[in-house]
């Protein structure tokens, strides 16, 4: 005997408790359709309060589990690897390329108990055939599971016993959108005799904003006629909710909205600097918004769930990764390298690599081209000859460690990044790769080609385990993380059958940047009520959104023209909706109506948001990623808001430093800034910052931006010309130290700075002209390579000043140590010019100007040619 239906709509979302419609249902079952509905009832409800999913999984034990749709995963690359027709290879290589998207809608298929028989008669197109033949193949995987949810939901007091409750009814909360496998297993409960009670959020005087709601409780999807649903009503909708859904009833009512604010953001930076921690944070955007976020203020936001946000997870995807499976070679990149260094997780010889990643940085531009593992080899092998090669001026004057400005004066190629790296560094460098490599094929053993998921975790486990400071690099969450990647290596599998290295590897790569979970399925975590740290949620959660605390801020952010409202819905890869029509399932007839009425969903959404008691704020960013001057979306032009008062209040607040240098201190700095050489003071001249960074917080400025050390090669060549050295031979040394230069490129460098004016200028100044400090003589043309050009380049009085205090003008030399020594903050004040672009830290220095911001279209004013 099927149970009943009810459909009870409430006006205002905060007193659908107190209706005497729902007053019966009160003790039983509470199923919320999404986990943040669920949370934000908790304060006003005592009911059996359950999210969908959490359901759900009840009847379906074990099928979401990660480690069962890992090995499904492994098994589909499995069968679509060894798949032997030749008619559909191209079809089967893209099925490769989207494997996740087609073991999803199989998955999804199967648990609403559809099969390959059901749909094969009905195909469209040949995709969908093969697809169907792949499927059929798979179905024995999924069977044992799908045995123990016929089981669960084919007997009434099974059913009871899993909801935990002796009621008949549960109530079904805020389903405005009801997924395929929701729908089956409701319409199981209702065939058992479990009466069901949808309840909802409707105004019957706005259709516009609620008619879809018509057809989602319908007698065509299973459920109940309009005409039997019970409409309550609450009194008058906020004004915020007249107004925005009387424009699309063709009444527009404009009413003052003072609880509603709305505040564009010119770029990213001013959204981040303006967050709160209070404000309910809440975005249409929310994926791509956090990723940006992150980026800006990692510390701030609440630590994500996902391996990928965490050193672990990155080093075990590179580990997985170097493996090219197509090209059948090992592989690395710069930031891979970049990545695992930075991550801790990389060791050697009692050594980790985390403290080597400046190292590493800068030797990068000389391996740029590098892309086999035995191509990074050979170049570090050249990289380090090159490095003996220029060291002999260092060893001819006997130079220790500590006297570093006499090194980069007698021997200035160490400007080049790459070069100023220690031998010895380079060595330690060498064997953390040679350890990442070996690890890697440790894991990765082609020659075995076949492996049991068992022995591939335990490898991984072991790996682990062997990690000599893990717990002193893992965060709380990180190390919840690495448990549960533990648990999941040691739980004993369902199968020993051995897959194919590379399809395991596949597998892990895919586990870690998305845990092989559906995009419709949620995550269980909720961020606490008392937690600071900060979550931007995603729009569906404004069900439950909307009954946290209302004296925060409800701040809907990203609310741009392009991301809301937002028609994107998926649809199950690669099935048509030709086909999904003709097919005519209940539940995938769900497919359907999302498609359908995603754009009604945006609107309710937006509706259910503005029926927040506290505050709203309303914003969005005008530039970032590709977009410019976007506008704000169209709900919220409807709403006709005043922008947020500018607060008074600076983003940042600089607190001085408590502790100030007593005066015997300041004259110790003083006293050592003046025994630096003469050219750092034309540093300090032109940017004091610029000079810190270089001399200070480091041993001496180095160039790693290729067009940087485009000007260093320039001044190599003027150098050797000068001396008398053929072209050839010029062009035969370069190739020698910079292997990573194209031959083009070099030859471009050569011609340009073989230039007979250009020689002759080295020969007459940058090589006659001597200096000299401590006692080490040496010529003018260094200054080239601190500077990267000459004393005539500019025409600025600054330029020329700066440039003068070579010659050791003792006053200037004490007022600029004393500006230094006398200074609050810890970092100088920038002086952002045109010199910008000669400074090798512009890259960092957030007072740099761009090369757009510079009016000047030469690089100098005297020697356009310089690289």
């Known amino acids: 005997m099927n149970g009943k239906v009810d459909v009870i709509m409430y006006e205002n979302p905060y007193t659908f408790h107190e209706l005497p419609e729902y007053a019966p249902f009160k003790t039983c079952p509470h199923i919320c359709a999404t986990h943040s509905l669920k949370n934000g009832l908790k304060r006003n409800l005592e009911s059996n309060l359950l999210s969908a999913t959490e359901v759900i999984q009840q009847f379906y034990p074990e099928w979401n589990d990660v480690d069962k749709r890992f090995e499904q995963y492994a098994e589909l690359a499995d069968l679509l690897r060894t798949w032997n027709e030749d008619s559909s290879s191209k079809i089967i290589q893209s099925f490769k390329r989207n494997q996740l998207n087609v073991l999803i809608t199989m998955r999804n298929l199967t648990e609403i108990d559809l099969r390959p028989s059901q749909l094969r008669p009905l195909w469209q197109k040949r995709e969908e055939l093969v697809f169907c033949d792949v499927w059929e193949k798979m179905l024995p995987i999924f069977q044992s599971y ?18 935990n409750t002796s009621e008949n009814t549960v109530v079904l909360h805020g389903f405005y959108f009801i997924t395929p496998v929701q729908h089956y297993v409701f319409s199981k409960w209702k065939e058992q005799g479990l009466n069901l009670v949808f309840i909802n959020l409707y105004h019957k005087d706005y259709p516009a904003i609620f008619s879809f709601l018509e057809e989602n409780f319908s007698v ?7 005409e039997k649903w019970q409409l309550t009503e609450s009194g008058e909708p906020s004004p915020a909710n007249r107004m925005f859904a009387s424009a699309f009833e063709g009444s527009y009512e404009k009413l003052p909205l003072p609880t509603i604010t709305q505040k564009p953001y010119e770029y990213m930076i001013d959204f981040v600097q303006d967050i709160e921690e209070d404000s309910h944070y809440i975005s249409p955007n929310q994926d791509e918004l956090t990723e940006r976020l992150l980026e800006f203020k990692p510390d701030m936001f609440i630590e994500e769930r996902h391996f990928l946000s965490y050193p672990i997870g990155q080093y075990l995807l590179h580990l997985h990764s170097i493996w090219n499976e197509v090209k059948q070679d090992y592989f690395l990149t710069g930031s891979m390298l970049a990545e695992c260094f930075a991550s801790g997780w990389l060791e050697y010889n009692g050594q980790n690599a985390r403290h080597y990643t400046k190292q590493l940085k800068a030797i990068l531009p000389y391996l740029e081209t590098c892309q086999t593992v035995d191509e990074w080899f050979n170049f570090l092998e050249k990289l380090k000859a090159a490095k003996r090669l220029s060291s002999g001026p260092i060893r001819k004057n006997e130079l220790k460690s500590g006297d570093h400005f006499k090194a980069v004066r007698v021997n200035p190629v160490l400007r080049f990044s790459f070069l100023s790296v220690k031998y010895k560094d380079l060595i330690i460098i060498e064997g953390f790769i040679k350890k990442l490599v070996q690890d890697a094929k440790w894991l990765m053993n082609i020659e075995e080609e076949r492996v049991t998921i068992k022995i591939h975790f335990n490898r ?6 062997n990690h000599e400071t893990r717990d002193s690099l893992l965060g709380k969450t990180e190390k919840r993380l690495v448990s549960q990647l533990e648990e999941m ?9 051995a897959y ?32 600071k740290n900060i979550r931007i949620q995603k729009m569906q959660a404004m069900d439950g959104i909307i009954y946290r605390n209302p004296e925060n801020v409800l701040h809907v952010c990203g609310m741009d023209e392009k991301h809301f409202p937002n028609g994107q819905t998926p649809m199950p890869w690669p099935l048509s909706e030709a086909l999904l029509e003709r097919l005519n399932y209940p539940a995938a007839n769900m497919y359907l109506f999302r498609k359908n009425h995603e754009l009604s969903f945006s609107k309710y959404l937006f509706y259910t ?26 709900y919220v032009q409807l709403l006709d808001l005043q922008n947020a008062p500018e607060s008074e209040e600076a983003p940042f607040h600089y607190v001085k430093a408590s502790i100030k240098s007593a005066e015997a201190q300041k004259v110790k700095v003083i006293e050592e800034l003046l025994s630096y050489p003469n050219e750092e ?18 041993r001496f400025s180095t160039y790693e931006s290729t067009f940087h050390q485009g000007f260093l090669i320039g001044n190599v060549v003027k150098l050797y010309a000068s001396i008398g050295k053929t072209k050839m031979e010029i062009m035969g040394l370069l190739k020698i130290l910079f292997p990573y230069m194209s031959e083009v490129r070099l030859r471009a460098i050569v011609d340009t700075n073989m230039a007979e004016n250009l020689v002759q200028s080295m020969r007459k100044y940058g090589l006659s002209n001597r200096l000299k400090y401590e006692g080490v003589e040496y010529p003018e043309s260094t200054m080239y390579f601190q500077y990267l050009t000459h004393r005539g380049a500019f025409q600025s009085e600054r330029w020329r000043t700066s440039y003068a205090l070579v010659k050791g003008k003792r006053r200037e030399r004490n007022e600029l140590a004393t500006q230094i020594a006398s200074r609050e903050k810890i970092l100088p004040i920038a002086n952002p010019s045109e010199f910008c672009k000669l400074c090798p830290h512009a890259e960092y220095c957030d007072e740099a100007y761009y090369a757009v911001d510079i009016s000047k279209k030469g690089w100098d004013d005297n020697d356009t040619d310089a690289s």
């Open 460 to 465: 991984i486990k072991q790996l682990l385990d």
């Open 500 to 531: 194919h290295i590379a399809d395991l590897s596949d597998a892990i790569i895919v586990f870690l940047k998305t845990g092989l979970k559906d995009p419709d399925e949620e995550d269980f975590e909720e961020q606490p009520e008392d937690e």
């Open 489 to 497: 290596l040691i739980r004993p599998g369902r199968t020993n059958h």
């Open 146 to 163: 799908m045995d123990d949810a016929a089981e669960n939901l084919g007997d009434l007091d099974n059913i009871k016993s899993l909801l």
């Open 681 to 698: 003071f034309v540093e300090m001249n032109l940017c004091k910052r610029r000079f810190y960074y270089s001399s200070v917080a480091d």
């Open 220 to 226: 065509e999807h299973g459920w109940v006629s309009k």
């Open 609 to 634: 948001g503005l029926c927040y008691y506290g505050e709203i704020q309303l914003s969005w960013i005008k530039n970032w990623n590709d977009f410019e001057n976007l506008d704000r979306s169209i």
